[in-house]
Nanobody, 125 residues
Framework: QAQLVESGGGSVQAGGSLRLSCAASGDPYGLYCMAWFRQPPGKEREEVAAIESDDSKTYADSVKGRFTISQDNTDNTLYLQMNSLKPEDTAMYYC???????????????????WGQGTQVTVSS
């Protein structure tokens, strides 16, 4: 059973940087469309950045130019490099993936069906 485990969260001052990691374990094969989501306190969850199997990447407007998503297929790890952090970036950050060719064939990258437990990022002003 595939699992996603995030790490790298923490507290940082505005303008600082953090690098989040998401390790896929168990049965990492058959993962498509990996992404980072975040949920600020009292707000809805939002997609921050996504990467597809052809290495194409998308970003939320609020993080463009500051965040970079990447993946290392040699060790099945997804990364999110976050620079120039702002207090409004404070949130629980989740790693997600589309798992299974059947699910991917049906929904593409619009429905993530595998989630990590989250890692907290707190940015102080």
């Amino acid at each position: 059973q595939a699992q996603l485990v995030e790490s790298g969260g923490g507290s940082v001052q505005a303008g600082g940087s953090l690098r989040l990691s998401c390790a896929a374990s168990g049965d990492p094969y058959g993962l498509y469309c990996m992404a980072w989501f975040r949920q600020p306190p009292g707000k809805e969850r939002e997609e921050v950045a996504a990467i597809e199997s052809d290495d194409s990447k998308t970003y939320a407007d609020s993080v463009k130019g500051r965040f970079t998503i990447s993946q290392d297929n040699t060790d099945n790890t997804l990364y999110l490099q976050m620079n120039s952090l702002k207090p409004e970036d404070t949130a629980m950050y989740y790693c997600a993936a589309v798992r299974g060719v059947s699910h991917y064939s049906t929904y593409g990258c619009s429905d993530y069906n595998l989630w990590g437990q989250g890692t907290q990022v707190t940015v102080s002003s």
